[in-house]
């Protein structure tokens, strides 16, 4: 899964869906439960287990901010 800081507009959508991979930033904008940080990038490797809330949480973002990607096929699952 994949966040772009620069497009979260702080609505929250996300963390109400997935709060498990979603959590409040201490700038007001949101984070990815221990995903790496590359500038306004932040990453996570999500389990098969976990990848519907993660889908919803993709696919629930007005700003398309997240993306869900199969690291296998390289195809976007969500949105
Ligand atoms: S749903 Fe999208 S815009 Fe809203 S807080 Fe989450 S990442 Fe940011």
């Known amino acids: ?9 702080s609505n929250f ?3 109400a869906v997935d709060p498990d991979h979603f959590q409040e930033a201490d700038d007001g904008k949101v984070e990815l439960i221990g995903g790496t940080v590359e500038g ?3 990453t996570l490797e ?11 949480a993709a696919d629930g973002c007005p700003m398309m901010a997240i993306e869900l ?8 699952l969500a949105p």
């Open 46 to 56: 999500v389990d098969e287990s976990e990848k519907t809330r993660a889908q919803q």
């Open 69 to 76: 990607i199969d690291t296998e096929s390289g195809e976007t």
């Open 13 to 15: 959508v996300c963390t």
């Open 1 to 9: 899964m994949k966040f772009d800081k620069n497009k979260c507009q």
């Open 40 to 42: 306004n990038i932040h």
